[in-house]
């Protein structure tokens, strides 16, 4: 998934504990061979409730019904087990009691009486994946539940959905029946289910790209205007551009037809992949604005689909090795899926057209110039915020230079980055990190399944492209603690970083985050639109004079608080001090800043007589052969 920025706002996370369901696995008596029926009630959609029946084939004795927990791409065990509600069980008319287990909240116990092959499952789901009053996003995790016991790839199951009237969906599902508002899909396996999201709405455009490999747009969304002018700014010729860009490098293809589902809401930068149907929010009209098209394009529009092959098609082994849902899984090896992914998602995007160098550059900056800064790196090293992921992905920003922040994503991609400059310039051009993608990640093409692989299997497979040291590599960067700031890559592909006073245009999440002044590289602090604290960096004139994140700016040098006036007293400082007036909770204190360095943003730099990489990195390929 996408890299996920968090508000201000402080939100409760709670924590489920881990059990193994392992016993439960005793219970099962589920059968393989022939289909469940699964029809899920969507024609209240709008208003944020759906209603699910379940057929399920079983046999008498203990049977064991799970809700997915560790969800594919999300990285935890985050499946929202809140919203299932009014859960009734029945073998025709007799009611079968169910008691939910204790030592797994996700599972569910029922116990079938003799001489019964087939029971019904009823339940509602609240606050269903509902994006606005005109659109759905269904993820078919969140309105199932499966017997335990037999293996996610041979479940089979047969959905059908209701949708409001007049409403149309997108997926890659394979429709086989329709009545009135009723669809009918082919069965699928429960793990393929699962990976089949549908985008539904009453507005929605089925676009096919004129790409070397067949792929379709399917768009929603909240008016006519919106999906019409979707192509008001060539977004489709550069969709089109993308999919060429993929089978340039990685040649060989996991899918018949790929699908972008790609929803124009509210909801801006959000995002799942899927082997052949990654799911993207653009914010509203999203798809026909340039400076959507271009901020948006690696990190979301780019990265989603290239986890077809980095995430979904390959996938660490200790991501996938369970027969269900239900974990525990670990999340060590996001510095491949995510990291490189994130890396992959920069090459792609600038191939394609969605920006230029230039652009890619200012993102390079402002990302390097982040980790730079946080002192969380004196002593947590990259692999733990992979490890911890799920629980730093939606918390408070407040401190999070020294928690760190999800860093296998930016730094992840920083150190591939270093690793294809270091296979180009010791093969001296003949070989290429390209090459590496297309030995690991292409590989052959096949339908939507999955091949884990172990770290010894990545770096057993850069080996093969280029030999090295890449376990000493990858132990010294991710595994051990890494003070010393990333940008080692960026200088041996002919870049330095700098800061002048010129602001950093690469503000990708300039819609939905709240930052107003970025002053983490000067005074040390970000400051939000309403003039409270986003969050200060530990051991800068901002800290040292007391502030914190949350408390809030009334006055700056005796005027009232604003973003125009906190840049001119930072750039000019009256006697190096800066004096602001600050609310805390409900007392008000006065502070002083001393500084005197002027304002900084980051930016790249050539380093005179230094080979160009970044440059030959982010240039177009074209596909030839296969
Ligand atoms: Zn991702």
């Not at 016991?149 to 997926?171: A, C, F, T, Y």
């Not at 798809?287 to 986890?307: D, N």
Request: proline share 6%; glycine share 8%.
């Amino acid at each position: 998934m996408a890299t996920r920025f968090v508000s201000h706002t402080k939100c409760l996370f709670l924590l489920l504990v881990a059990v193994a369901a392992g016993a439960s696995l005793a219970g099962a008596q589920g059968m393989a061979g022939t289909p469940m029926t699964l029809v899920v009630d969507e024609t209240q959609a709008p208003r944020q409730i759906a209603f699910v029946h379940e057929e399920i084939p079983v046999r008498p004795g203990a049977l064991a019904l799970a809700y997915p927990r560790w969800i594919p791409g999300e990285h935890g065990p985050t499946g929202p087990i809140e919203n299932l509600a009014a859960l009734r069980i029945h073998a025709d008319t007799t009611t079968l009691p169910w008691t939910r287990d204790p030592d797994d909240i996700f599972t569910f116990h029922v116990d079938v009486p003799a001489g019964v092959n087939r029971i019904t499952v009823d339940f509602d789901i609240l606050l269903e994946g509902t994006l606005s009053a005109h659109q759905l996003l269904l993820a078919w995790n969140t309105v199932v539940l499966y017997p335990l016991g037999i293996d996610k790839r041979e479940l089979m199951i047969q959905p059908s959905l209701l949708l409001p009237p007049d409403w149309k969906q997108g997926s890659s599902l394979q429709v086989t029946g329709k009545t009135e508002n009723r669809l009918n899909f082919a069965p699928l396996s429960l793990e393929r289910l699962i990976d089949s999201p549908v985008l539904a709405s009453d507005y929605l455009r089925v676009v096919p790209l004129a790409s070397s490999w067949p792929a379709v747009l399917d768009i929603a969304g909240d008016s006519q205007a919106a999906i019409d002018d979707a192509d008001d700014a060539n977004a489709f010729t550069l969709f089109g551009k993308l999919v060429d860009q993929d089978r340039a490098m990685f040649g060989f293809r996991h899918w018949q037809t790929l699908h972008f589902l790609i929803s124009q809401t509210g909801i801006n930068f959000d995002g799942l992949e899927h082997e052949d149907s990654p799911w993207e929010a653009v914010g509203d009209a999203g798809l026909s604005k340039k400076s959507e098209l271009e901020s948006y394009g690696w990190p979301l529009l780019a990265h989603e689909q290239s986890h077809s092959w980095d995430g979904k098609y390959r996938r660490p082994a200790e991501l996938y090795s369970k027969a269900d849902y239900q974990g525990p899984e670990r999340t060590t090896l996001l510095w491949v899926y995510e990291g490189l992914n994130e890396y992959i998602g920069m090459l792609l995007a600038t191939r394609a057209g969605f920006n230029d160098d230039a652009y890619m550059r200012e993102y390079l900056a402002r990302t390097s110039a982040n980790l730079a800064h946080e002192p969380g790196r004196n002593s947590t090293p990259l692999v733990d915020t992979a490890t911890e992921n799920w629980v730093i992905r939606t918390v408070d920003s407040g401190w999070s230079s020294l928690r760190r922040s999800q860093d296998y994503y930016d730094e992840g991609a920083l150190i591939w980055l270093e690793a294809d400059v270091l296979i180009r310039e010791q093969s001296h051009g003949r070989a290429s990190l390209d090459d590496f993608l297309r030995s690991f990640l292409g590989q052959r093409d096949t339908g939507p399944i999955v091949a884990p692989y172990t770290r010894e299997d990545v770096e057993a497979a850069l080996s093969a492209v280029w030999p090295y040291d890449w376990h000493g590599f990858f132990q010294k960067r991710i595994y051990e603690v890494h003070s010393q700031a990333p940008t080692d890559g960026l200088e041996a592909a002919g870049w330095r970083l700098v800061y002048n006073a010129t602001p950093n245009t690469a503000r990708f999440d300039a819609n939905y985050v709240p930052i107003e002044v970025f002053a983490a590289y000067s005074i040390g602090m970000d400051v939000n639109k309403d003039g409270s604290v986003n969050d200060v960096w530990p051991g800068t004139p901002a800290y040292d004079a007391g502030l914190g994140p949350h408390m809030t700016i009334l006055a700056i040098d005796g005027q009232a608080y604003s973003a125009e006036l906190l840049n001119d007293s930072i750039a000019h400082p009256a006697n190096g001090k800066i004096a602001l007036i600050v609310r805390n909770f409900d007392s008000v204190q006065t502070y002083e800043i001393h500084y005197g360095g002027g304002i900084r943003h980051p930016h790249l730099e050539r380093i005179p007589g230094s080979h160009d990489y970044l440059t030959d990195i982010l240039a177009p390929r074209s596909f030839s052969g296969h």
